[in-house]
């Protein structure tokens, strides 16, 4: 069974940092990218970050709203991505969820996500 | 910019009607776009892939349709079990719309 469990939320105060982690099973995690999303309460969801596999550059995308705060990676060893927040803001406060990335059957594009994780929740309160 | 505009907000249908769920968005995706099914409390959950192909378990009850712009879930005979957020999603950006909630009368 493909599984993706986060872990590592709770709660922080404004500025400190959190690191974020998805854990993985039942598939090659090596083939896939990895997308983090989050929804804040009662809101819709909102892309974080991804970082495609290794195999397609391995390269890393951010939202402009966590740009040069949050970095994402992953130990392809493990089968595990992490999300660290570094200078966290009242508004990063969300419910966090990591997703793997499939890829369209009509072409090369990576777009949609097959499979989810329950989510961490990130409390950023003074 | 792309935007994804679902309609309507609400919709209050009772079990065994059918629901139309619509999602429009401001440029052509071709057949880019996806469904998720949100419950409270809950992951979202991928229902349609590519348009119109149903994902692994979905049941059959969930169809998609459309391209370009405008694209179409229909829940053919709801179910209790409907009540939930849905949500499309397009290639680029991943950008979701707004989304569409599903109440049972």
């Given at each position: 069974?493909?599984?993706?469990?986060?872990?590592?939320?709770?709660?922080?105060?404004?500025?400190?940092?959190?690191?974020?982690?998805?854990?993985?099973?039942?598939?090659?995690?090596?083939?896939?990218?990895?997308?983090?999303?989050?929804?804040?309460?009662?809101?819709?969801?909102?892309?974080?970050?991804?970082?495609?596999?290794?195999?397609?550059?391995?390269?890393?995308?951010?939202?402009?709203?966590?740009?040069?705060?949050?970095t994402i990676s992953r130990d392809d060893?493990?089968?595990?991505?992490?999300?660290?927040?570094?200078?966290?803001?009242?508004?990063?406060?969300?419910?966090?969820?990591?997703?793997?990335?499939?890829?369209?059957?009509?072409?090369?594009?990576?777009?949609?996500?097959?499979v989810w994780g329950k989510g961490t929740t990130v409390t950023v309160s003074s | 910019e792309m935007v994804l505009t679902q309609s309507p907000a609400t919709l209050s249908l009772s079990p065994g009607e059918r629901a139309t769920l619509s999602c429009r968005a401001s440029q052509s995706v071709s057949s880019y776009l996806a469904w998720y099914q949100q419950k409270p409390g809950q992951a979202p959950r991928l229902l349609i892939y590519d348009a119109s192909n149903r994902a692994t378990g979905i049941p059959a009850r969930f169809s998609g349709s459309g391209s370009e712009t405008?694209?179409?879930?229909?829940?053919?005979?709801?179910e209790p079990e409907d009540v939930a957020v849905y949500y499309c999603q397009q290639r680029s950006n991943w950008l979701f719309g707004g989304g569409t909630k599903v109440e049972i009368k």
């Open positions: 069974e493909v599984q993706l469990v986060e872990s590592g939320g709770g709660l922080a105060q404004p500025g400190r940092s959190l690191r974020l982690s998805c854990a993985t099973s039942g598939f090659t995690f090596g083939d896939y990218a990895l997308i983090w999303f989050r929804q804040a309460p009662g809101k819709g969801l909102e892309w974080v970050g991804f970082i495609r596999s290794k195999a397609h550059g391995g390269t890393i995308e951010y939202a402009a709203s966590v740009t040069g705060r949050f060893s493990k089968s595990i991505a992490y999300l660290q927040m570094n200078s966290l803001k009242i508004e990063d406060t969300a419910v966090y969820y990591c997703s793997r990335v499939s890829r369209s059957a009509l072409g090369n594009y990576w777009y949609y996500m097959d | 405008d694209f179409t879930l229909t829940i053919s005979s709801l």
